[in-house]
């Protein structure tokens, strides 16, 4: 795909969210964005129960994962993530913070669907249309906004907690 300033405005940030790997590879795909990346060239890898430097050990299996929109096209990251061998906690997937484990979606995406169910009056279908989305991803998001709200003690949360409940 052509490789414009709109189109690196929107990478520079992912290239840090992604750390220890790095985009290598824009593939446009069906009307879907997928980006390749894999484990950065001399990126420190550190354990992530306890976060001490690791000795590398490969790499994991890649992952699909999806990330925010670019105008409107859906942007999935193929992310190869290395391992680390930790002598406390063994051989695990070195410590990264683009999502969280087993899930599919990145936080970054994680966080704009939360807002959007919180501060919208959008229901769950439109936002299953609106973002492509399928399966149960948006349906867990959804579970753990309820559980955001009512852990709240704001009064104004509380509120809105009772609407989403009825
Ligand atoms: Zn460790």
């Not at 790499?59 to 999935?76: C, G, K, S, T, Y």
Request: hydrophobic share 35%; with cysteine.
């Amino acid at each position: 795909m052509p490789i414009d300033n709109r189109f690196l405005t929107y990478i520079a940030p992912l290239t840090e969210l992604l750390l220890p790997c790095e985009p290598i590879e824009t593939i446009l795909e069906n009307s879907r964005i997928v980006v390749i990346a894999t484990k950065k060239p001399g990126a420190i890898l550190t354990c992530p129960c306890c976060g001490k430097v690791g000795s590398p050990r490969g790499l994991a299996q890649p992952r699909l994962i999806r990330h925010l929109d670019f105008e409107n096209m859906p942007v999935w990251v193929n992310v190869t993530f290395p391992r680390v061998y930790c002598p406390e906690h063994g051989h695990v997937v070195a410590k990264q913070n683009f999502c969280k484990p087993r899930c599919r979606i990145s936080k970054a995406f994680e966080d704009l669907l939360l807002e959007m169910i919180c501060g919208t009056d959008q229901t769950e279908m439109e936002l299953k249309k609106q973002f492509q989305l399928k399966g149960q991803a948006l349906a867990r998001i959804v579970d753990r906004a309820r559980q955001q709200l009512e852990k709240s003690t704001v009064d104004g949360f509380q509120t809105v907690d009772k609407e989403m409940k009825d």
